[in-house]
C-alpha cells in the first residue's frame, strides 16, 4: 500500500458517514522512455521557451492564454488560475444507484482503492459494500480532489470497495457517429454458430498476469544488445517480409473460423499480449499577439 492516500474524507449516505481513505489502484508499468540526443556529440538536446522575432524569454514574463478568437488570447496569470480550484471538500455524498452494466465502458477513467479511515468505520464500511453487493448497484456521486471536481462511482470489489473516477460527458465521443453505416443484415447462421463455438472453447477466467508488453521486452532487448556491441548500430526490421501483399484484404471468414477451430483441437490456444493503453480550466485581460503557455 503507498505510503499516503491520494484523498481522505468521507462517503456519506444520507445521515451515515464512513471516515475513508482512497489510494491510487493502478502504477506505471513497465515503459521505455527515449530522449532526443544530438548523435555527433552526444548529448541532450535542450529546449528554450522563444518568441518569434524576440528570441528566447524570462519564465516570469510568461502566463497562460486562451485562445478566444485567430490571434487574440485571454490571459490568466498562475494566482488566478489557483484562486479559482476547488477546495478539497472532504465528503463524497452517494446521490445515484444505478444498476452495474449502467455505466457505459468509456466513462470509467481511473480506479482507487477504498479502505475504512480506522477500525471504528470498518462496520459501516462493511455494511455499505454488502448493500451494494445484494443490490447489485453502483454509487455514484461528486468529489473535489488535487483542485478538481470528479465525477465518481463506487462499487463492491472483494473485501472492500473500488471507487473509479468518471469521465464527464462532453469528453466522450457519442458511438452513433462510428457505427451508424453499419448495415443491419443478419450473419450467416453457419457462421455465428462457429464464431460462437470458438467463443466457448476459448472462454476461460482472466488473469492478468498472463499477459505482458512484448514490445517493451522487445526494446529491452534491442537497448541490452546494443550496449553489448558498444553502441553499434542495429537495424533491424524482422516483420518487412511478413507484410501481406496489397490487395489480400478479402478474408473467407468460413475458412478462417474452420481453421481456428482445427487449430484449437491441435495445440492449446496461444496467449495474446495486452495492450496498454493515457482537466478543463476556466477564463483578466484580453491580448493579442503572443501566444501565452
Do not use: C
Not at 518487412?240 to 473460423?257: E, Q
Request: glycine share 8%; charged share 35%; proline share 7%.
Amino acid at each position: 500500500m503507498p505510503s499516503r492516500p491520494a484523498w481522505r474524507g468521507q462517503i456519506r449516505l444520507a445521515l451515515v458517514s464512513i471516515p475513508v481513505e482512497i489510494y491510487p489502484a493502478t502504477k506505471s508499468g513497465a515503459q521505455i522512455q527515449f530522449h532526443q540526443v544530438h548523435e555527433p556529440s552526444g548529448k541532450r538536446i535542450k529546449y528554450e521557451k522563444v518568441v518569434p522575432g524576440i528570441g528566447p524569454v524570462d519564465p516570469d514574463e510568461i502566463v497562460k492564454g486562451f485562445e478566444v478568437s485567430k490571434g487574440h488570447y485571454v490571459l490568466l496569470d498562475p494566482e488566478e488560475i489557483e484562486a479559482v480550484k476547488l477546495e478539497s471538500r472532504k465528503t463524497l455524498d452517494l446521490v445515484q444507484f444505478v444498476d452495474e452494466d449502467n455505466i457505459e465502458a468509456m466513462f470509467f477513467e481511473k480506479p482507487y482503492y477504498v479502505v475504512p479511515a480506522d477500525d471504528l468505520a470498518e462496520e459501516a464500511y462493511v455494511v455499505l459494500r454488502d448493500a451494494l453487493k445484494d443490490a447489485k448497484k453502483i454509487g455514484v456521486g461528486q468529489m473535489a480532489m488535487r483542485g478538481q471536481e470528479y465525477v465518481v462511482a463506487i462499487k463492491p470489489a472483494g473485501r472492500g470497495i473500488l471507487m473509479e473516477t468518471l469521465r464527464y460527458a462532453d469528453e466522450v465521443h457519442k458511438s452513433s457517429g462510428f457505427f451508424r453505416d453499419i448495415g443491419d443484415t443478419k450473419p450467416d447462421p453457419d457462421l455465428l454458430d462457429m464464431a460462437s463455438m470458438l467463443i466457448e472453447r476459448k472462454a476461460g477466467e482472466f488473469n492478468p498476469s498472463e499477459f505482458h508488453n512484448r514490445y517493451v521486452d522487445a526494446l529491452k532487448d534491442l537497448i541490452a544488445e546494443k550496449q553489448k556491441k558498444k553502441g553499434e548500430k542495429v537495424i533491424q526490421d524482422p516483420d518487412a517480409d511478413k507484410a501481406p501483399p496489397k490487395g489480400s484484404n478479402v478474408i473467407d471468414l468460413m475458412a478462417a473460423l474452420k481453421k481456428s477451430l482445427g487449430d484449437e483441437k491441435k495445440s492449446a490456444p496461444k496467449k495474446a499480449a495486452a495492450k496498454k493503453a493515457p482537466e478543463k480550466k476556466p477564463a483578466k485581460k484580453v491580448a493579442a499577439g503572443g501566444r501565452g503557455r
